[in-house]
Protein backbone atom coordinates (compact mmCIF):
# COMPACT_ATOMS: atom_id res chain seq x y z
CA UNK A 1 0.00 0.00 0.00
CA UNK A 2 1.04 3.47 -1.04
CA UNK A 3 1.01 6.65 0.86
CA UNK A 4 3.02 9.38 -0.23
CA UNK A 5 2.45 13.26 -0.87
CA UNK A 6 4.08 15.31 -3.45
CA UNK A 7 4.54 19.05 -2.84
CA UNK A 8 3.60 20.44 -6.04
CA UNK A 9 3.39 24.23 -4.46
CA UNK A 10 5.39 25.76 -1.24
CA UNK A 11 5.07 29.51 -1.13
CA UNK A 12 2.82 31.96 -0.17
CA UNK A 13 0.70 34.46 -1.93
CA UNK A 14 3.09 35.27 -4.84
CA UNK A 15 4.73 32.77 -7.03
CA UNK A 16 8.25 33.26 -6.96
CA UNK A 17 11.00 31.29 -9.58
CA UNK A 18 11.32 28.49 -7.02
CA UNK A 19 8.24 28.21 -5.35
CA UNK A 20 4.45 27.98 -6.66
CA UNK A 21 1.78 28.75 -4.28
CA UNK A 22 0.58 25.98 -2.28
CA UNK A 23 -1.05 22.79 -3.51
CA UNK A 24 -0.32 18.76 -2.97
CA UNK A 25 -1.21 15.53 -4.86
CA UNK A 26 -1.68 12.88 -2.17
CA UNK A 27 -2.21 8.91 -3.33
CA UNK A 28 -3.39 7.04 -0.40
CA UNK A 29 -4.02 3.38 -1.37
CA UNK A 30 -5.22 4.63 -5.16
CA UNK A 31 -7.28 7.12 -3.96
CA UNK A 32 -6.09 10.26 -5.28
CA UNK A 33 -5.99 13.45 -3.88
CA UNK A 34 -5.77 17.02 -4.78
CA UNK A 35 -5.01 18.88 -1.74
CA UNK A 36 -5.47 22.88 -2.23
CA UNK A 37 -4.64 24.21 -5.77
CA UNK A 38 -2.77 27.47 -6.80
CA UNK A 39 -1.68 29.53 -9.37
CA UNK A 40 -0.27 26.91 -11.73
CA UNK A 41 -1.02 23.39 -10.16
CA UNK A 42 -1.87 21.80 -13.42
CA UNK A 43 2.11 22.51 -14.65
CA UNK A 44 3.22 21.23 -11.68
CA UNK A 45 1.55 18.37 -11.98
CA UNK A 46 3.02 17.65 -15.15
CA UNK A 47 6.38 18.48 -14.41
CA UNK A 48 6.40 15.80 -11.42
CA UNK A 49 4.71 13.70 -13.65
CA UNK A 50 1.38 13.03 -11.96
CA UNK A 51 -1.66 12.46 -14.26
CA UNK A 52 -4.47 14.98 -13.85
CA UNK A 53 -6.73 12.50 -14.98
CA UNK A 54 -6.24 10.43 -11.92
CA UNK A 55 -7.12 12.89 -9.32
CA UNK A 56 -10.73 12.00 -8.35
CA UNK A 57 -10.68 14.37 -4.83
CA UNK A 58 -10.08 18.11 -4.53
CA UNK A 59 -9.84 19.69 -1.38
CA UNK A 60 -9.74 23.30 -0.85
CA UNK A 61 -9.12 24.50 2.27
CA UNK A 62 -10.46 28.58 1.74
CA UNK A 63 -10.77 31.33 -0.75
CA UNK A 64 -7.83 33.09 -0.72
CA UNK A 65 -6.49 33.04 -4.49
CA UNK A 66 -3.22 31.71 -3.60
CA UNK A 67 -5.35 28.31 -3.12
CA UNK A 68 -7.53 28.24 -5.55
CA UNK A 69 -6.58 30.13 -8.32
CA UNK A 70 -5.61 27.30 -10.43
CA UNK A 71 -8.85 25.50 -10.18
CA UNK A 72 -10.59 26.72 -13.16
CA UNK A 73 -7.64 25.70 -15.48
CA UNK A 74 -7.29 22.91 -14.24
CA UNK A 75 -11.26 21.94 -14.61
CA UNK A 76 -11.05 22.99 -17.79
CA UNK A 77 -8.28 20.90 -18.56
CA UNK A 78 -9.46 17.88 -17.63
CA UNK A 79 -12.47 18.36 -19.70
CA UNK A 80 -10.43 19.51 -22.88
CA UNK A 81 -8.77 15.81 -22.54
CA UNK A 82 -12.45 14.43 -22.88
CA UNK A 83 -12.68 13.75 -18.80
CA UNK A 84 -16.26 11.51 -18.19
CA UNK A 85 -15.23 10.27 -14.74
CA UNK A 86 -16.89 12.23 -11.80
CA UNK A 87 -15.18 14.18 -9.31
CA UNK A 88 -15.66 15.68 -6.33
CA UNK A 89 -14.94 18.87 -4.68
CA UNK A 90 -14.91 19.59 -1.65
CA UNK A 91 -14.63 23.41 -0.19
CA UNK A 92 -16.45 26.77 1.68
CA UNK A 93 -20.50 26.69 -0.36
CA UNK A 94 -19.18 30.12 -2.39
CA UNK A 95 -16.65 28.20 -4.02
CA UNK A 96 -19.64 26.27 -6.20
CA UNK A 97 -21.00 29.67 -7.01
CA UNK A 98 -17.73 31.04 -8.02
CA UNK A 99 -16.95 27.78 -10.41
CA UNK A 100 -20.53 27.97 -11.63
CA UNK A 101 -20.56 31.41 -12.65
CA UNK A 102 -17.12 31.20 -14.51
CA UNK A 103 -18.72 28.19 -16.38
CA UNK A 104 -21.65 30.18 -17.06
CA UNK A 105 -19.80 33.58 -18.22
CA UNK A 106 -17.67 31.33 -20.92
CA UNK A 107 -20.27 29.52 -22.25
CA UNK A 108 -19.18 26.39 -21.06
CA UNK A 109 -20.37 23.55 -19.70
CA UNK A 110 -18.16 20.40 -17.81
CA UNK A 111 -18.83 16.68 -20.13
CA UNK A 112 -17.83 15.05 -16.06
CA UNK A 113 -20.04 15.22 -13.11
CA UNK A 114 -18.78 17.29 -10.31
CA UNK A 115 -19.72 16.38 -7.31
CA UNK A 116 -19.73 19.32 -5.01
CA UNK A 117 -20.14 19.07 -0.92
CA UNK A 118 -19.55 21.95 1.30
CA UNK A 119 -17.25 22.09 4.13
CA UNK A 120 -17.54 22.91 7.74
CA UNK A 121 -15.18 24.99 9.78
CA UNK A 122 -17.32 23.95 13.20
CA UNK A 123 -15.24 21.09 14.63
CA UNK A 124 -14.08 17.80 13.13
CA UNK A 125 -16.48 16.30 9.94
CA UNK A 126 -16.11 13.22 7.85
CA UNK A 127 -15.92 14.02 4.05
CA UNK A 128 -15.24 10.42 2.42
CA UNK A 129 -14.90 7.16 3.60
CA UNK A 130 -14.31 3.98 1.48
CA UNK A 131 -13.27 0.74 2.99
CA UNK A 132 -9.92 2.04 3.02
CA UNK A 133 -9.76 5.48 3.03
CA UNK A 134 -11.01 8.74 5.54
CA UNK A 135 -11.16 11.98 4.72
CA UNK A 136 -11.99 15.06 7.60
CA UNK A 137 -12.05 18.18 8.07
CA UNK A 138 -11.26 19.94 10.81
CA UNK A 139 -11.52 24.32 11.53
CA UNK A 140 -8.54 26.61 11.44
CA UNK A 141 -7.84 30.18 12.48
CA UNK A 142 -8.06 32.27 9.58
CA UNK A 143 -9.21 35.43 8.58
CA UNK A 144 -11.89 34.04 6.74
CA UNK A 145 -13.48 30.63 6.85
CA UNK A 146 -10.42 27.99 6.59
CA UNK A 147 -10.56 24.15 6.92
CA UNK A 148 -7.35 21.71 7.46
CA UNK A 149 -7.82 18.23 6.44
CA UNK A 150 -7.03 15.06 7.75
CA UNK A 151 -6.00 11.78 5.64
CA UNK A 152 -5.78 8.64 7.14
CA UNK A 153 -5.99 4.76 6.99
CA UNK A 154 -8.45 2.86 8.02
CA UNK A 155 -7.47 -0.33 10.40
CA UNK A 156 -5.98 -2.83 7.94
CA UNK A 157 -6.32 -6.51 8.09
CA UNK A 158 -3.48 -9.08 9.15
CA UNK A 159 -1.55 -10.86 6.77
CA UNK A 160 -2.03 -14.49 5.76
CA UNK A 161 1.08 -16.71 6.06
CA UNK A 162 0.40 -18.97 3.23
CA UNK A 163 2.72 -21.83 3.88
CA UNK A 164 1.31 -22.46 7.20
CA UNK A 165 -1.80 -22.34 5.51
CA UNK A 166 -1.17 -24.58 3.08
CA UNK A 167 0.59 -27.45 5.68
CA UNK A 168 -2.43 -27.03 7.44
CA UNK A 169 -4.39 -28.32 4.46
CA UNK A 170 -7.02 -25.61 6.14
CA UNK A 171 -9.82 -24.49 3.39
CA UNK A 172 -9.67 -21.16 2.22
CA UNK A 173 -12.93 -20.42 4.01
CA UNK A 174 -10.24 -19.58 7.45
CA UNK A 175 -8.59 -17.07 5.88
CA UNK A 176 -11.08 -14.23 6.06
CA UNK A 177 -11.65 -15.17 9.77
CA UNK A 178 -7.82 -15.24 9.90
CA UNK A 179 -7.61 -11.42 8.23
CA UNK A 180 -10.00 -10.25 11.17
CA UNK A 181 -7.85 -11.82 14.07
CA UNK A 182 -10.36 -14.20 14.61
CA UNK A 183 -10.03 -17.92 15.66
CA UNK A 184 -11.51 -20.91 12.91
CA UNK A 185 -12.92 -23.93 14.02
CA UNK A 186 -13.62 -26.25 11.17
CA UNK A 187 -16.03 -28.77 10.29
CA UNK A 188 -14.66 -31.38 12.49
CA UNK A 189 -14.83 -28.74 15.47
CA UNK A 190 -11.15 -28.50 15.81
CA UNK A 191 -10.10 -24.53 16.29
CA UNK A 192 -7.33 -22.72 14.72
CA UNK A 193 -5.07 -19.90 16.13
CA UNK A 194 -5.46 -16.71 13.90
CA UNK A 195 -2.04 -15.98 15.55
CA UNK A 196 0.10 -19.09 13.86
CA UNK A 197 -1.57 -18.47 10.64
CA UNK A 198 -1.30 -14.82 10.28
CA UNK A 199 1.52 -11.60 10.91
CA UNK A 200 0.06 -8.15 13.23
CA UNK A 201 -1.39 -5.69 10.28
CA UNK A 202 0.40 -2.15 9.46
CA UNK A 203 -0.42 0.60 11.83
CA UNK A 204 -2.82 2.80 9.97
CA UNK A 205 -1.23 6.01 8.88
CA UNK A 206 -2.47 9.51 9.28
CA UNK A 207 -1.84 12.59 7.70
CA UNK A 208 -2.50 15.98 8.52
CA UNK A 209 -2.33 19.44 6.52
CA UNK A 210 -2.91 22.67 8.29
CA UNK A 211 -2.90 25.43 6.04
CA UNK A 212 -3.29 29.50 6.42
CA UNK A 213 -3.57 29.53 10.04
CA UNK A 214 -2.81 31.10 13.24
CA UNK A 215 -1.61 28.36 15.91
CA UNK A 216 -5.60 26.57 17.30
CA UNK A 217 -4.11 24.48 20.09
CA UNK A 218 -7.95 22.70 20.20
CA UNK A 219 -6.53 21.44 17.07
CA UNK A 220 -4.04 19.15 18.89
CA UNK A 221 -6.73 15.95 20.25
CA UNK A 222 -7.68 15.52 16.52
CA UNK A 223 -4.73 14.52 15.15
CA UNK A 224 -2.28 13.24 18.59
CA UNK A 225 0.47 10.61 17.01
CA UNK A 226 -0.45 11.42 13.60
CA UNK A 227 2.63 10.06 11.53
CA UNK A 228 3.27 13.37 9.20
CA UNK A 229 1.57 17.31 9.73
CA UNK A 230 2.19 19.71 7.64
CA UNK A 231 1.81 23.04 9.41
CA UNK A 232 1.85 26.62 7.22
CA UNK A 233 5.14 28.38 9.00
CA UNK A 234 4.97 31.56 6.74
CA UNK A 235 6.89 33.71 9.22
CA UNK A 236 10.00 33.67 11.38
CA UNK A 237 10.16 34.39 14.73
CA UNK A 238 11.57 38.25 13.98
CA UNK A 239 8.52 38.82 11.95
CA UNK A 240 6.36 37.68 14.41
CA UNK A 241 3.67 40.59 14.44
CA UNK A 242 3.05 39.93 11.57
CA UNK A 243 2.26 36.73 11.80
CA UNK A 244 -0.47 37.28 14.53
CA UNK A 245 -1.88 40.72 12.37
CA UNK A 246 -2.82 38.07 9.42
CA UNK A 247 -3.72 34.93 11.17
CA UNK A 248 -0.69 33.21 10.37
CA UNK A 249 1.84 31.15 12.05
CA UNK A 250 6.08 31.35 12.45
CA UNK A 251 7.83 28.38 12.36
CA UNK A 252 8.20 28.21 16.14
CA UNK A 253 4.82 28.46 16.86
CA UNK A 254 4.14 25.17 14.72
CA UNK A 255 6.94 23.14 16.50
CA UNK A 256 5.02 24.08 19.79
CA UNK A 257 2.13 22.36 17.95
CA UNK A 258 3.47 20.09 16.62
CA UNK A 259 5.23 18.92 20.52
CA UNK A 260 1.53 19.60 21.89
CA UNK A 261 -0.10 17.19 18.95
CA UNK A 262 3.18 14.37 19.37
CA UNK A 263 3.49 14.27 15.78
CA UNK A 264 5.94 11.55 14.05
CA UNK A 265 7.36 14.30 11.44
CA UNK A 266 6.55 17.77 10.88
CA UNK A 267 6.54 19.46 7.28
CA UNK A 268 6.44 23.46 7.23
CA UNK A 269 5.28 25.61 4.44
CA UNK A 270 3.77 28.36 2.87
CA UNK A 271 7.21 30.37 2.42
CA UNK A 272 6.64 34.28 2.13
CA UNK A 273 8.17 35.67 -0.76
CA UNK A 274 10.47 38.19 1.29
CA UNK A 275 12.49 34.99 2.46
CA UNK A 276 15.18 34.04 0.17
CA UNK A 277 15.22 30.18 2.24
CA UNK A 278 13.57 28.28 5.10
CA UNK A 279 17.17 28.48 6.92
CA UNK A 280 15.82 30.19 9.65
CA UNK A 281 12.84 28.86 9.88
CA UNK A 282 13.95 25.12 10.64
CA UNK A 283 16.61 26.70 13.03
CA UNK A 284 13.85 28.27 15.20
CA UNK A 285 12.00 25.00 14.81
CA UNK A 286 14.11 22.41 15.52
CA UNK A 287 15.23 24.41 18.86
CA UNK A 288 11.49 23.05 19.97
CA UNK A 289 10.58 20.17 17.42
CA UNK A 290 13.76 17.78 16.71
CA UNK A 291 12.14 16.19 13.57
CA UNK A 292 11.26 19.12 11.04
CA UNK A 293 11.43 20.03 7.48
CA UNK A 294 10.75 22.77 5.36
CA UNK A 295 9.04 22.03 2.05
CA UNK A 296 10.31 22.28 -0.97
CA UNK A 297 8.30 22.21 -4.60
CA UNK A 298 8.76 18.85 -6.27
CA UNK A 299 9.68 17.01 -2.40
CA UNK A 300 8.10 13.82 -2.12
CA UNK A 301 7.16 12.29 1.41
CA UNK A 302 6.44 9.19 2.75
CA UNK A 303 3.45 9.01 5.13
Known amino acids: MIFELTILGS ?40 KIQKIKHILISHLHGDHYFGLMGMLSTMNLLGRTEGLTLYGP ?4 EIIHLQLKASGHKLAFNMNFKETNDKGINLLFEDKLIEIH ?6 RIKTTGFIIKEKQKERTILGEELNEAKL ?28 LPAQEPKTYAYFSDTAVFSDNAKYIIGANVLYHEATFTDFHSDKAKTTFHSTASQAAEFAKLAQVKKLFLGHL ?29 IQV
Open 272 to 300: SSRYENSDQHVIEAKAIFENVTYVEDGMK
Open 93 to 96: KELE
Open 11 to 50: GAALPTLKRNPTSQYVNCNERHILIDCGEGTQNQLRKFGI
Open 171 to 198: SLTAIPFFRRGENYTDEKGETFDFEEFT
Open 137 to 142: SIPLKH
